[in-house]
């Protein structure tokens, strides 16, 4: 009789796959760094996040180590064992070395594909002008299943009817040639009937201007953000416009905040004409693509720079979205053409999210006070061109500063949370107010009206500004 022997079950041979993951590590690790870098300005968050400087070469060498380690390992005419003492902790920090990657990849782009519903409407007022001298105005708004939609609109005795032809997402409806000083109101299929007035021509302007709510952040102030969209939107306030100068929402990746910042200031932004510039915040890590489907305009010089004319009143909307940001050779040739041609009698308002002069401080290691790029490449030209006033935020506070014949005012005060008190004083700045939320109002007429008003609509800084 032939003895019996037990087979043993076949050892799984560990090495193939220690070694793909070995490779694979810094491999993730450099697509995860390009693709991140591929989004719109996402260098000028690494240039100002000067803690993740370190952190991201520690990602890139970290991706090394197991390949390093397999390497000491390896000898002449051995092959690699995972049995070796360098061969548990190698294939550990190539596991890693995968998953931090992959970890990122999922998070942000997950959270790309997610969309969280319907989103309600909003004015968006157009960088170009009808045939009775007002900027066109779009009814905006966004469905996750694409459909076709009607628009009526009518002022006076005139009603115009729009429809779309074909299923989109995206919806835009354009009300063209509007008269100054006139009760417009529209309907979008048998919904609600809403209402807004165009300015009066050869009056005084009055717009609001507001930075920095920061939707979904959690330290945010949403209550005193919709408290204050009430006081612009009231009957009370007449505001003509409302100008916005970036970071709506914490994370513009996500979805859920595009959500609830649009839920809430639709409530003003569907009666009051509105006009936004793009935050860093807005756009960060893929961001820019919710900020244009939701709130960008079919521009003619793009959707992020572009000028509007309203009632002798010129309004240039610059996409400066972190301080230190310099300005494309192109946006600046655009920028001074477009400051050369306003006459000189007329008003010149420019803004921006990135502040030029601002007090603050150094925080992460940044300085966030007084733009010295901006200042040398933008600031000649405010001073060459005479412009008036010069809108930002970026900095949680409320400011006023003058420097050359030109009034800056910082209002990032919309509901994010405030900044620390300021260490460093801009030598242009003639007000400040820290810990307080609020916003600006404008009236221009023969002179502006500069009125800084709290969350309760208070005053808390009224300057004239003469030109």
Known sequence: M??????????????????????????????????????????????????????LAFLVLFSFVPAILTGIEARPGRRPSTHHPQSLPAAVLAVLGVLLPMTGFTYFGGYSLIETGDKPVQLLVLDRTGNNGMPDIAVTFWTQQPSINTLKWEYGKSSRVISESTPVSSHRF?????????EVSYQINQGEIRRFRTPPKGQPLRFAVASDAHFGAGDNRPDLTA???????????????????????EHGYDDFHWRE??????????????????????????????????????SRTGPLWRRVDVNGAHFLVLDREWNGDGIPPNRKTWLERELASIPSDDWTVVISHAYYYASGGVYGWYPWY?????????????????????????????????RNGVTYAICG?????????R?????????????????????????????????????????TVRR
């Open 227 to 249: 408290k204050m969209l009430r006081q612009i939107a009231g009957p009370q306030g007449k505001f003509s416009l409302f100008l916005f100068t970036g970071d709506l929402v």
């Open 370 to 402: 007084d733009d010295e790029t901006a200042i040398r490449e933008l600031v000649p030209l405010f001073e060459k061109y005479d412009v008036d006033l010069v809108f930002s935020g970026h900095n949680h506070q409320l400011e006023l500063l003058q």
């Open 261 to 298: 910042a649009l839920s809430t200031i639709t409530s003003c932004t569907s009666s009051v004409p509105s006009l936004f510039a793009t935050g860093n915040h807005d756009a960060i890590m893929g961001g820019l693509r919710r900020f244009q489907n939701y709130l960008g305009t079919d």
């Open 174 to 182: 354009i009300l063209n040639d509007l008269p100054y000083d006139a």
């Open 2 to 55: 032939l003895p019996v022997t037990s087979a043993r079950p076949s050892r799984i041979d560990w090495h193939p796959i220690r070694l793909a993951l070995v490779i694979a590590a810094p491999i993730l690790t450099a697509a995860l760094l390009a693709w991140s870098l591929s989004f719109h300005n996402t260098i000028g968050f690494y240039r100002v996040t000067v803690p993740l400087q370190p952190a």
């Open 413 to 421: 005060a919309f509901g994010g949370i405030p900044d620390p008190p």
């Open 423 to 463: 260490t460093y004083i801009s030598p242009a700045s003639i007000w400040y107010a820290q810990g307080q939320y609020g916003y600006v109002d404008v009236t221009l007429g023969a002179s502006a009206e500069i009125v800084i008003r709290d969350a309760d609509g208070k005053s808390l800084k009224a300057l």
